[in-house]
């Protein structure tokens, strides 16, 4: 007789367990759905104004060279780190050989490692 009552007990347990686990599911969706379609339309505002930065090598017909110095400071931070893609626009392709190019002037001296008052 008790393992009858353990059984209905347990199968109990289990339907309401998976009753609540199907509200908590039908609400998170709906939650989720609302906050996606808010989120949606601020955001679509807001990309309309950026503009995709240009590939500079690409722009001027140019191929990156570690003699042109001045060239390559535009792409290194204060601290003389190479700026990601995302900040320089410039394609894969541009970014490896820039970053190439920046280390050769390094080694060569014609760039810092770091920055002056670190150095010091």
Avoid: C, W
């Amino acid at each position: 007789m008790s393992n009858r009552n353990d059984l209905d007990r347990n199968q109990n347990d289990d339907e309401e367990q998976e009753e609540r686990q199907d509200r908590q599911d039908r609400q998170g969706r709906q939650g989720r759905q609302d906050s996606y379609q808010d989120r949606g339309d601020r955001s679509m505002r807001r990309r309309r104004g950026r503009r995709r930065k240009e590939d500079y090598f690409r722009a001027n017909e140019l191929v990156p060279d570690y003699k042109d110095v001045d060239t390559l400071r535009r792409f290194l931070t204060d601290r003389a780190k190479i700026r990601p893609r995302r900040q320089t626009g410039l394609t894969s392709k541009n970014q490896r050989l820039l970053a190439r190019q920046i280390k050769r002037a390094r080694h060569l001296a014609l760039l810092p490692f770091t920055d002056e008052h670190m150095r010091g």
